[in-house]
């Protein structure tokens, strides 16, 4: 049972769960520092307010509201969130798309690639062994099963 525990606590994606949620609390940190030393005075200003926005509070019935404590929060996430996707979501898309682009093409070239069959003269893709018309075995070429990622001769049962 603590094999097993640890097993888990030692696997790769468990360790850079923590490592990421540790830097995603001190990059909220830094955040809400900005947001507070920078932001919330700009917003104090321009609304005409005096000394810290976020202290900004109203009465009701003898509650105090304190609203800017909110915004202040709504703030350093508004910030996070643009930070995190400018940063990290679109260009780790950018990298991802390069990739997919590229699996792609090679597969549309594989597809492309067409030779007759020489039994009944119908196109086959160039790395079938076996014509999906007649059925004969046929030798496949071997560039487009090497391009496919493929032995270049087929298993034969």
Partial sequence: ML???KDFILRGNVISMA???AVGAAFTAVVTGFSNAFIVPLIGLFTRGTGDFSKATFTLDGVEFPYGLFISAAIAFLITAAVLYFLVVVPM???QNRFTAKEEEKEADIKAALRDC???YTEI???ASR???CTSEVEPDSEARALAGLPTQPVRR
């Fill in 3 to 5: 094999n097993g525990f």
């Fill in 19 to 21: 490592i990421g949620l």
């Fill in 93 to 95: 898309a950018k990298v």
């Fill in 118 to 120: 020489p039994f009944c």
């Fill in 125 to 127: 893709p160039a790395i």
């Fill in 131 to 133: 014509c999906a018309h």
